[in-house]
């Protein structure tokens, strides 16, 4: 087995083999797959005695899967009584699965419950499809961070059909980022160099197949999924920044046009007066300021931001949730510091203020257009719900 493919183990006990699997590596053999699958590491690694144990030797101790290029936790179990006990949860849905994607757009709620059947596509056999002939299929959903043109989102599956949250989040809109199969755009590879969808089994609970105890695993990270929160995280900088500073011109130009004005009342005879002078130009001062005021803000915004993401990354290992709590406040004062730049001439302000309720007005409007799609696209899966026959 490649280097790169290898699963990181996360724990193991006699009963209990819990890894982080890579994208790549497929979970179990089939006639269509070539090269070595995540059931030949497991042999190797327990070795023939412990292998021997279960009579299904293309499935071993493993009670769950992954797809191919989805990243994560997976739990192993050595003995075929682990199997057993843990298979049992499974099967009962007393396991809670704790994902998190990047998908496309930004859901219109914060919060969801996806609840739609799912099939065997009818139109292409490989994949799988919101039907109403399918099995009642459940997830809920949760938005972590929304960027430019992507959502930071955390998923908590109910139930566990093959490819369920990608069909999921297809369904409503918003597919995986790099999901080409379900529906992603082709210019997350080429503008980000992302090469899969971008889903990861972040962590499993239950209760310890052996002992009865509560347990859980997470899984950190992988490293094209941390590049791509940076990406996005740049990219959304770079249009605040950008909002900010068009917003800053929209209210320099009425400056210009007075001092233009000015110009022409003297060609025409009149004697420029020293007061107009000095007030447009502590106004282009003042816009000034405003401009180096923002930019040093969205630089703070930035700095806090890489923070709170270090810190997050080290939470299993430094117990850092206050600390997280803190520099999120943090982050809050910052953004808060727009409202209160000084030095700005009441004019300029009133300007910038009335150019924010437009910019708000366009986004309630766009809201609103996104909650009849949502509205329609749930009306359409709750009916489908409805319609499917109790597997």
């Known amino acids: 087995m490649m280097p790169s493919l290898k699963p990181e183990v996360l724990f193991e006990d006699k009963a209990l083999l819990v890894i982080n699997k890579p994208a790549g590596l497929v979970v179990h053999p089939a006639p269509s797959v070539k090269g070595l699958t995540l059931i030949d590491w497991i042999k190797e690694y327990l070795g023939p005695a412990a292998s021997a144990d279960f009579e299904e030797m293309n499935r071993l101790g493993l009670v769950h899967r992954l797809d191919k290029d989805t990243t994560g936790v997976i739990v192993v179990t050595k003995s075929a009584a682990a199997k057993t006990a843990l298979g049992k949860q499974f099967h009962d849905r007393e396991t809670k699965k704790q994902y998190v994607a990047f998908v496309q757009g930004v859901p219109p709620k914060r919060t969801g419950i996806i609840s739609a059947p799912i099939g065997r596509s009818k139109k292409v056999a490989t994949r799988m499809a919101v039907t109403g002939t399918g099995r009642p299929s459940e997830t809920s959903f949760e938005i972590t961070e929304a960027m430019k043109?992507?959502?930071?989102?955390?998923?908590?599956?109910?139930?566990?059909?093959?490819?369920?949250?990608?069909?999921?989040?297809?369904?409503?809109?918003?597919?995986?980022?790099?999901?080409?199969?379900?529906?992603?755009?082709?210019?997350?590879?080429?503008?980000y160099g992302i090469e899969r969808p971008l889903l990861h089994a972040e962590s499993i609970a239950?209760?310890?197949?052996?002992?009865?105890?509560?347990?859980?695993?997470?899984?950190?990270?992988?490293?094209?999924?941390?590049?791509?929160?940076?990406?996005?995280?740049?990219?959304?900088?770079?249009?605040?920044?950008?909002?900010?500073?068009?917003?800053?011109?929209?209210?320099?130009?009425?400056?210009?046009?007075?001092?233009?004005?000015?110009?022409?009342?003297?060609?025409?005879?009149?004697?420029?007066?020293?007061?107009?002078?000095?007030?447009?130009?502590?106004?282009?001062?003042?816009?000034?300021?405003?401009?180096?005021?923002?930019?040093?803000?969205?630089?703070?915004?930035?700095?806090?931001?890489?923070?709170?993401?270090?810190?997050?990354?080290?939470?299993?290992?430094?117990?850092?949730?206050?600390?997280?709590?803190?520099?999120?406040?943090a982050l809050s004062d910052l953004n808060g510091k727009s409202a209160n730049t000084s030095m700005v001439s009441e004019e300029t302000k009133t300007q910038v203020l009335d150019m924010g309720r437009k910019l708000k007005a366009q986004q309630e409007m766009?809201?609103?257009?996104?909650?009849?799609?949502?509205?329609?696209?749930?009306?359409?899966?709750?009916?489908?719900?409805?319609?499917?026959?109790?597997?």
């Open 149 to 191: 043109e992507v959502a930071l989102v955390t998923l908590y599956p109910k139930t566990g059909r093959t490819h369920q949250l990608r069909v999921h989040l297809a369904a409503i809109g918003h597919p995986i980022v790099g999901d080409w199969t379900y529906g992603a755009h082709s210019k997350w590879q080429k503008q």
């Open 206 to 329: 239950f209760a310890h197949p052996m002992t009865g105890k509560a347990v859980s695993f997470k899984a950190p990270w992988p490293a094209d999924m941390k590049k791509a929160l940076t990406l996005f995280r740049k990219s959304f900088k770079a249009l605040l920044l950008m909002v900010v500073l068009a917003g800053v011109a929209g209210a320099e130009t009425p400056k210009k046009k007075s001092s233009s004005s000015s110009s022409s009342s003297s060609s025409s005879g009149s004697k420029p007066s020293s007061t107009s002078s000095d007030t447009s130009s502590r106004s282009r001062r003042e816009v000034a300021s405003l401009k180096e005021q923002f930019r040093t803000l969205i630089e703070e915004v930035s700095a806090v931001q890489d923070r709170v993401t270090s810190i997050q990354m080290e939470l299993d290992e430094m117990g850092g949730s206050r600390r997280v709590k803190d520099l999120e406040k």
């Open 366 to 391: 766009l809201e609103q257009l996104r909650d009849q799609v949502d509205r329609l696209q749930q009306e359409l899966i709750q009916t489908r719900t409805e319609k499917s026959p109790t597997p």
